[in-house]
């Protein structure tokens, strides 16, 4: 009779899915907030939206789901201290800052701040015919009071077909913008029944997941629609997607800051 054994690679997979930490946040548990002009989901606490159990995962403190009407957006208002990450959907979203930057971000553009010592900003949809959809990101930063900073860079969105696609990057000659904290993201959309690894740069970060279309499968976890995973204490996680053109966002953040 044939012994059964693992193979090194089944083995790491095995250690990978008996030890990874997670934490489950389905789309329709967030918090959220209609005001009409704007209609916002918030996986972590945010304004009126407050839960002890969702301040934040590691140091990604906010991700909001946002969708604003035609012609409307928001008023210029301060930040400071914060990583800030905009990543459009659908549509054109006009920005303004005190640091005299004026722009439009759309689908494919990648958006950061460095908050610093204090900015304002504000930002509207520009078109007056279709609704826009973006997401905004909160990274807590590893340097306090820096001198604020914007950046915004157009990406090939065919790059991001069957591969994680870095986005964002601690690092200014890297991939994608780059932020004050050791942290990557990854964008990628996916045919189905594709099968990815992303390897943790950093041991001790965790990963957040974040479904933006389609559906997806981590460590035995069905992720659907606009669902969230947080991964600890893995050094690889493998991604499945479980529908054709699903999109996935892959955020690793330190879990100590």
Known sequence: ???????ENNFNNFKTMTMANTILHKAETRGHANHGWLDSYHTFSFANYYNPERMNFG???VLNDDRIDPGMGFGKHP??????????LSGDLEHKDSMGNVAVIKSGDIQVMSAGTGITHSEYNKNTDRVGKFLQIWVIPNQHNVKPRYDQITLNLQERHNILHQIVSPDSDDDGVWINQNAWFHLGVFDKDFVVEYPVKIEGNGVYAFVIKGQF????????????????????ITIKSTS???????????MEF
Do not use: C, K, W, Y
Request: glycine letters at 4%; hydrophobic letters at 45%.
């Open 59 to 61: 140091a990604l403190r």
């Open 79 to 88: 930040h400071d201290n914060m990583e800030i990450i905009s990543i459009p």
């Open 244 to 254: 054709q053109d699903s999109e996935i966002l892959i955020m690793e953040v330190p």
């Open 217 to 236: 499968t981590i460590l035995n976890i069905d992720l659907n629609l606009r669902d969230g995973l947080g991964i600890t204490n893995t050094n690889n």
């Open 1 to 7: 009779m044939a012994e059964d054994f693992l193979t």
